[in-house]
Protein backbone atom coordinates (compact mmCIF):
# COMPACT_ATOMS: atom_id res chain seq x y z
CA UNK A 1 0.00 0.00 0.00
CA UNK A 2 1.22 3.40 -0.81
CA UNK A 3 0.80 6.55 1.23
CA UNK A 4 -2.16 8.41 1.11
CA UNK A 5 -2.09 12.06 1.71
CA UNK A 6 -5.12 14.02 2.81
CA UNK A 7 -6.71 17.03 2.12
CA UNK A 8 -9.89 19.33 3.02
CA UNK A 9 -12.01 20.04 0.03
CA UNK A 10 -13.84 23.01 0.92
CA UNK A 11 -16.85 24.34 -0.97
CA UNK A 12 -16.36 28.32 -0.61
CA UNK A 13 -20.20 29.00 0.17
CA UNK A 14 -21.90 30.39 3.37
CA UNK A 15 -20.11 30.57 5.99
CA UNK A 16 -16.88 29.72 4.01
CA UNK A 17 -17.20 32.24 1.64
CA UNK A 18 -15.23 34.32 4.08
CA UNK A 19 -11.71 34.27 3.07
CA UNK A 20 -10.31 35.27 6.52
CA UNK A 21 -11.99 31.89 8.18
CA UNK A 22 -10.92 29.57 5.65
CA UNK A 23 -7.01 31.03 5.96
CA UNK A 24 -7.21 29.82 9.81
CA UNK A 25 -9.28 26.69 8.67
CA UNK A 26 -5.91 25.97 6.80
CA UNK A 27 -3.42 27.39 9.59
CA UNK A 28 -5.28 24.95 11.68
CA UNK A 29 -5.33 22.08 8.93
CA UNK A 30 -1.37 22.23 9.01
CA UNK A 31 -1.04 22.08 12.60
CA UNK A 32 -3.29 18.99 12.94
CA UNK A 33 -1.24 17.39 10.06
CA UNK A 34 -3.13 17.80 6.96
CA UNK A 35 -1.26 17.34 3.62
CA UNK A 36 -3.60 20.15 1.87
CA UNK A 37 -6.35 22.45 1.51
CA UNK A 38 -8.07 22.60 -1.50
CA UNK A 39 -11.09 24.59 -2.64
CA UNK A 40 -14.06 24.82 -5.38
CA UNK A 41 -14.23 26.92 -8.02
CA UNK A 42 -17.92 28.15 -8.60
CA UNK A 43 -19.79 31.55 -9.33
CA UNK A 44 -22.88 30.38 -7.25
CA UNK A 45 -24.85 27.15 -5.97
CA UNK A 46 -28.12 26.36 -5.84
CA UNK A 47 -30.12 26.96 -3.18
CA UNK A 48 -30.53 27.25 0.14
CA UNK A 49 -26.75 28.43 -0.73
CA UNK A 50 -26.57 32.09 -0.97
CA UNK A 51 -23.42 33.03 -0.40
CA UNK A 52 -19.94 32.42 -2.56
CA UNK A 53 -16.34 33.49 -2.20
CA UNK A 54 -13.94 34.36 -5.29
CA UNK A 55 -11.30 30.88 -4.91
CA UNK A 56 -7.85 32.74 -5.84
CA UNK A 57 -8.61 35.45 -3.49
CA UNK A 58 -9.06 32.64 -0.69
CA UNK A 59 -6.39 30.63 -2.32
CA UNK A 60 -3.21 33.94 -1.71
CA UNK A 61 -4.81 33.98 1.89
CA UNK A 62 -4.07 30.43 2.48
CA UNK A 63 -0.73 30.62 1.01
CA UNK A 64 -0.12 33.75 3.04
CA UNK A 65 -1.39 31.87 6.81
CA UNK A 66 0.04 28.06 5.76
CA UNK A 67 3.53 27.26 5.28
CA UNK A 68 4.15 23.34 4.41
CA UNK A 69 0.39 22.34 2.89
CA UNK A 70 -0.54 21.78 -0.67
CA UNK A 71 -3.51 23.82 -2.52
CA UNK A 72 -5.44 24.92 -4.98
CA UNK A 73 -8.79 25.08 -6.95
CA UNK A 74 -10.44 22.10 -7.59
CA UNK A 75 -11.56 22.05 -10.11
CA UNK A 76 -11.42 25.50 -12.16
CA UNK A 77 -13.35 25.83 -15.44
CA UNK A 78 -10.06 26.85 -17.25
CA UNK A 79 -12.73 27.53 -20.21
CA UNK A 80 -14.61 30.24 -18.44
CA UNK A 81 -11.16 31.87 -17.70
CA UNK A 82 -8.31 33.73 -20.09
CA UNK A 83 -5.28 31.53 -19.90
CA UNK A 84 -2.94 34.48 -20.13
CA UNK A 85 -4.50 35.78 -16.94
CA UNK A 86 -4.23 32.23 -15.50
CA UNK A 87 -0.42 32.05 -16.14
CA UNK A 88 -0.15 35.09 -14.10
CA UNK A 89 -2.30 34.10 -11.27
CA UNK A 90 -0.86 30.49 -10.80
CA UNK A 91 2.61 32.06 -11.25
CA UNK A 92 2.29 34.40 -8.63
CA UNK A 93 0.04 32.29 -6.54
CA UNK A 94 2.75 29.42 -6.44
CA UNK A 95 5.96 32.18 -5.92
CA UNK A 96 3.60 33.84 -2.76
CA UNK A 97 3.25 30.44 -1.32
CA UNK A 98 6.69 28.81 -1.96
CA UNK A 99 5.80 26.67 -4.58
CA UNK A 100 2.76 24.35 -3.18
CA UNK A 101 0.36 25.45 -5.98
CA UNK A 102 -1.44 22.44 -7.22
CA UNK A 103 -3.99 23.41 -10.39
CA UNK A 104 -6.90 21.23 -10.77
CA UNK A 105 -8.67 21.54 -14.24
CA UNK A 106 -12.00 20.70 -15.74
CA UNK A 107 -14.90 21.17 -18.11
CA UNK A 108 -17.11 22.87 -15.48
CA UNK A 109 -20.56 21.95 -15.63
CA UNK A 110 -23.94 23.84 -16.08
CA UNK A 111 -26.16 21.39 -14.03
CA UNK A 112 -25.87 22.19 -10.63
CA UNK A 113 -26.39 25.70 -10.76
CA UNK A 114 -26.98 27.31 -14.25
CA UNK A 115 -23.74 29.22 -13.68
CA UNK A 116 -22.47 29.21 -17.10
CA UNK A 117 -25.70 29.84 -18.93
CA UNK A 118 -26.31 32.34 -16.57
CA UNK A 119 -23.10 34.64 -17.73
CA UNK A 120 -22.97 33.85 -21.16
CA UNK A 121 -20.23 31.16 -21.05
CA UNK A 122 -20.01 28.39 -23.52
CA UNK A 123 -22.48 25.31 -22.93
CA UNK A 124 -21.35 22.98 -25.07
CA UNK A 125 -18.62 19.94 -23.68
CA UNK A 126 -17.21 19.50 -26.55
CA UNK A 127 -16.12 22.94 -27.49
CA UNK A 128 -15.18 23.74 -23.51
CA UNK A 129 -12.98 20.61 -23.86
CA UNK A 130 -10.94 22.28 -26.90
CA UNK A 131 -10.69 25.55 -24.99
CA UNK A 132 -9.53 23.78 -21.72
CA UNK A 133 -6.29 22.15 -23.76
CA UNK A 134 -5.82 24.99 -25.58
CA UNK A 135 -5.27 27.03 -22.24
CA UNK A 136 -3.26 24.27 -20.66
CA UNK A 137 -1.18 24.46 -23.74
CA UNK A 138 -1.05 28.31 -23.04
CA UNK A 139 -0.42 27.39 -19.32
CA UNK A 140 2.55 24.78 -20.05
CA UNK A 141 4.39 27.27 -22.24
CA UNK A 142 3.59 30.24 -19.97
CA UNK A 143 5.25 28.44 -17.22
CA UNK A 144 8.77 27.62 -19.10
CA UNK A 145 9.70 31.47 -19.25
CA UNK A 146 9.73 31.75 -23.05
CA UNK A 147 7.86 33.50 -25.04
CA UNK A 148 4.35 32.44 -25.77
CA UNK A 149 3.33 31.97 -29.48
CA UNK A 150 -0.22 30.38 -29.30
CA UNK A 151 -3.02 31.33 -32.24
CA UNK A 152 -5.84 29.17 -31.86
CA UNK A 153 -9.70 28.78 -32.99
CA UNK A 154 -9.88 29.97 -29.31
CA UNK A 155 -7.16 32.40 -28.19
CA UNK A 156 -3.92 34.21 -29.40
CA UNK A 157 -0.64 34.96 -27.31
CA UNK A 158 1.36 36.50 -29.20
CA UNK A 159 4.89 36.75 -27.73
CA UNK A 160 4.14 37.56 -24.40
CA UNK A 161 6.88 36.41 -21.96
CA UNK A 162 5.38 35.54 -18.46
CA UNK A 163 8.18 35.90 -15.75
CA UNK A 164 8.75 35.58 -13.02
CA UNK A 165 7.78 31.47 -13.40
CA UNK A 166 6.36 29.54 -11.06
CA UNK A 167 8.72 28.27 -8.39
CA UNK A 168 7.98 24.79 -9.03
CA UNK A 169 9.81 23.17 -12.17
CA UNK A 170 8.63 22.99 -14.56
CA UNK A 171 5.44 24.61 -13.82
CA UNK A 172 2.92 24.30 -11.83
CA UNK A 173 1.69 20.43 -11.26
CA UNK A 174 -2.12 19.69 -12.79
CA UNK A 175 -4.59 17.72 -12.17
CA UNK A 176 -7.61 17.04 -14.75
CA UNK A 177 -10.98 16.34 -13.56
CA UNK A 178 -12.58 13.86 -15.48
CA UNK A 179 -15.56 11.64 -15.48
CA UNK A 180 -13.29 7.63 -15.06
CA UNK A 181 -15.71 5.73 -17.79
CA UNK A 182 -14.85 8.83 -20.27
CA UNK A 183 -11.32 7.91 -22.86
CA UNK A 184 -10.97 11.95 -23.58
CA UNK A 185 -10.46 13.31 -19.97
CA UNK A 186 -7.95 10.13 -19.02
CA UNK A 187 -5.90 11.01 -22.25
CA UNK A 188 -5.87 14.81 -20.96
CA UNK A 189 -4.92 13.82 -17.60
CA UNK A 190 -2.40 11.36 -18.63
CA UNK A 191 -0.33 14.36 -20.45
CA UNK A 192 0.15 16.28 -17.20
CA UNK A 193 0.49 15.20 -13.29
CA UNK A 194 -2.81 13.74 -11.89
CA UNK A 195 -6.55 12.81 -12.20
CA UNK A 196 -9.38 13.65 -10.00
CA UNK A 197 -12.41 11.07 -10.84
CA UNK A 198 -15.80 13.01 -10.97
CA UNK A 199 -18.63 10.70 -9.36
CA UNK A 200 -16.17 7.88 -7.97
CA UNK A 201 -18.39 5.07 -6.68
CA UNK A 202 -15.98 1.70 -6.10
CA UNK A 203 -12.75 1.07 -5.23
CA UNK A 204 -12.89 -1.03 -8.50
CA UNK A 205 -13.10 2.39 -10.86
CA UNK A 206 -10.05 4.25 -9.76
CA UNK A 207 -8.27 0.73 -9.95
CA UNK A 208 -9.26 0.80 -13.56
CA UNK A 209 -8.25 4.51 -13.62
CA UNK A 210 -4.79 4.36 -12.31
CA UNK A 211 -3.72 0.89 -15.08
CA UNK A 212 -5.21 3.33 -17.58
CA UNK A 213 -3.44 5.94 -17.04
CA UNK A 214 -0.39 4.52 -16.17
CA UNK A 215 -0.44 2.26 -19.57
CA UNK A 216 -0.91 6.21 -21.61
CA UNK A 217 2.16 7.56 -19.72
CA UNK A 218 4.59 5.11 -20.42
CA UNK A 219 7.55 5.42 -20.14
CA UNK A 220 7.30 8.24 -17.26
CA UNK A 221 8.91 8.34 -14.18
CA UNK A 222 7.70 11.39 -12.44
CA UNK A 223 5.48 11.42 -9.74
CA UNK A 224 1.83 11.39 -10.56
CA UNK A 225 -1.23 12.07 -8.36
CA UNK A 226 -5.01 9.95 -8.04
CA UNK A 227 -7.18 11.59 -6.14
CA UNK A 228 -9.67 10.21 -4.43
CA UNK A 229 -12.98 12.31 -2.73
CA UNK A 230 -14.44 10.50 -0.68
CA UNK A 231 -17.08 12.26 2.96
CA UNK A 232 -15.72 12.09 6.04
CA UNK A 233 -16.09 8.69 8.17
CA UNK A 234 -16.04 7.04 4.76
CA UNK A 235 -12.55 4.58 4.80
CA UNK A 236 -9.86 5.62 2.22
CA UNK A 237 -7.76 2.77 2.82
CA UNK A 238 -9.57 0.64 -0.07
CA UNK A 239 -8.83 3.49 -2.16
CA UNK A 240 -5.37 4.03 -1.56
CA UNK A 241 -5.23 -0.04 -2.31
CA UNK A 242 -6.44 0.57 -5.60
CA UNK A 243 -3.61 3.89 -6.13
CA UNK A 244 -5.01 6.58 -4.44
CA UNK A 245 -2.27 9.43 -3.43
CA UNK A 246 -4.34 11.41 -2.19
CA UNK A 247 -7.99 11.43 -0.04
CA UNK A 248 -9.92 14.74 -0.52
CA UNK A 249 -12.69 14.92 2.43
CA UNK A 250 -15.60 16.60 0.58
CA UNK A 251 -18.35 18.39 1.98
CA UNK A 252 -21.70 18.60 1.08
CA UNK A 253 -22.54 22.36 0.11
CA UNK A 254 -26.16 22.33 0.78
CA UNK A 255 -25.44 21.18 4.75
CA UNK A 256 -21.98 21.84 5.12
CA UNK A 257 -21.07 24.58 8.21
CA UNK A 258 -17.80 26.10 9.83
CA UNK A 259 -18.45 23.56 12.87
CA UNK A 260 -18.41 20.61 10.67
CA UNK A 261 -15.39 21.29 9.09
CA UNK A 262 -13.37 22.19 12.18
CA UNK A 263 -14.76 18.71 13.51
CA UNK A 264 -13.46 16.68 10.62
CA UNK A 265 -10.29 18.79 10.63
CA UNK A 266 -9.41 18.26 14.24
CA UNK A 267 -10.45 14.69 13.73
CA UNK A 268 -6.89 14.55 11.55
CA UNK A 269 -6.06 12.80 8.53
CA UNK A 270 -6.08 9.74 7.25
CA UNK A 271 -3.96 7.11 8.85
CA UNK A 272 -2.87 5.15 5.65
CA UNK A 273 1.03 5.24 6.01
CA UNK A 274 1.54 8.65 5.22
CA UNK A 275 3.37 10.77 7.78
CA UNK A 276 1.94 13.95 8.97
CA UNK A 277 3.27 17.13 7.60
CA UNK A 278 4.45 18.55 11.22
Do not use: C
Not at 21 to 39: D, Y
Not at 60 to 65: F, K, L, R
Not at 86 to 105: H, K, M, P, Q, S
Amino acid sequence: MTGLRSALWLPLFDELADPVAVARLAAEAEEAGWHGVFVWDHLRWREPVRRAADPWITLAAIATATERLRFGPMVTPLARRRPAKVARETATLDRLGGGRLTLGVGLGSDRFAGELRATGEELDDRRRGRMLDASLEILTAAWSGEPVHHHSAHYTVDDVTFLPRPVQRPGVPVWAAGRPGNVRPLHRAARHDGFVPVDLQHPDELAAVVTTVAALRRPSTTRYDIAATLPPGADPAPYAEAGATWWLAEFAPETMSLDQVRGVLRDGPADVGTERIR
